[in-house]
């Protein structure tokens, strides 16, 4: 542990009364009746996001969401602020720089605990450290929710993909397996890709069949087996008769400094073309959680195409925002949708 997030070793005295309610920490936890529940209620909340004005519904009145962000977000940080915003929350946003304490030398996990303090009821937090939303779960009175942690999960952008695909699709959302019969691709850097682990959990658990498609240097056998997927090489191979493609960016922040891969080599094996994906099923539809290298991973064609779903994931990433928020404060229904 490095002295950036020391500070939770010995059981934290806020730990034993925590509020009520959940921590999302990962898809790891989640069944599927589990993800099927979040995912119901999100729809019911779709009208809030691009429904007509007042888009407002104050069932958070008077909790504070804190955003805890110590690596950068577009998306992410947006839509939890927008998600507890629309439901009346107060939103504190702590991104770890120059402008905070921990620039004087404060721990990640003291500035918690200080936010904690003040009376806050969940944290949504992003770090580039694995697991520091598990341990801030064990040490804080808030409830977590995982906003990505290194390389290991992120599971609410699991959760926008994986309605993404069921909307799509047009697959019902009653019944645990809204996925089965449909073959989904997950094409890219998949051994650094926390969205990556956290999809192909999720879309597994709704029934679909999973294909991980990658190069070796950014997809080992060992990311395969801990997945419980087979590792693939072929794109082409793997695009063929699929229902929905998720691509991913290379995650170049996260690579060791040795490994070099040209963008042309990368986009010619394992970019996603108009021509590689005339070899999907007909209506196959195309992710990306962002942010799109153009001409890496994703051509434009196909990026801005009639495949594309890329804003609709975002479009539904704040519903699903709206759902894993209250359901972290112990107020989302255990099943029939609130709105
Ligand atoms: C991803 C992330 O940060 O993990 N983006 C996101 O949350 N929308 C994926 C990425 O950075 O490539």
Sequence with gaps: MGTFERGLSAASPAAAGRRPGRDLLGIESLDA????RLLSAARGFLSLVEGPPPRRRPLLEGRTVVNFFGEPSTRTRSSFTLAAQRLGADVLDFVASDHTSVAKGETIVDAARNLDAMGAD???????????????????????????DGCNEHPTQALLDAWTIVEALGRPLDRPDPLSGTVVVVCGDIDHGRVAHSDILALGRLGATVRAVGPAALFSEQTAARLGVTPLRDFDEAVAGAHA?????????????????????????????????????????????????????????VADGP??????????GVAVRMAVLLDACDLLPESAPLP
């Excluded at 009746?33 to 099927?36: E, L, W």
């Design 33 to 36: 009746a589990a993800i099927v």
């Design 122 to 148: 969940v944290f949504v937090v992003r770090n580039r450290t694995e697991r520091l939303p598990h341990r801030l779960a064990g040490g804080l009175v808030a409830r977590v929710v995982n906003a990505g």
């Design 245 to 301: 493609v998720v691509m991913l960016r290379i995650q170049r922040e996260r690579l060791a400094a040795d490994l070099r891969i040209d963008d042309d080599d990368y986009h010619h094996t394992y970019g996603l073309s108009a021509d590689r994906l005339a070899r999907a099923a007909p209506g196959c539809v195309v992710l990306h959680p962002g942010p799109i290298n153009r001409g890496v991973e994703l051509a434009d064609a």
């Design 307 to 316: 495949a594309s779903r890329i804003l609709r994931q975002v479009t539904l």
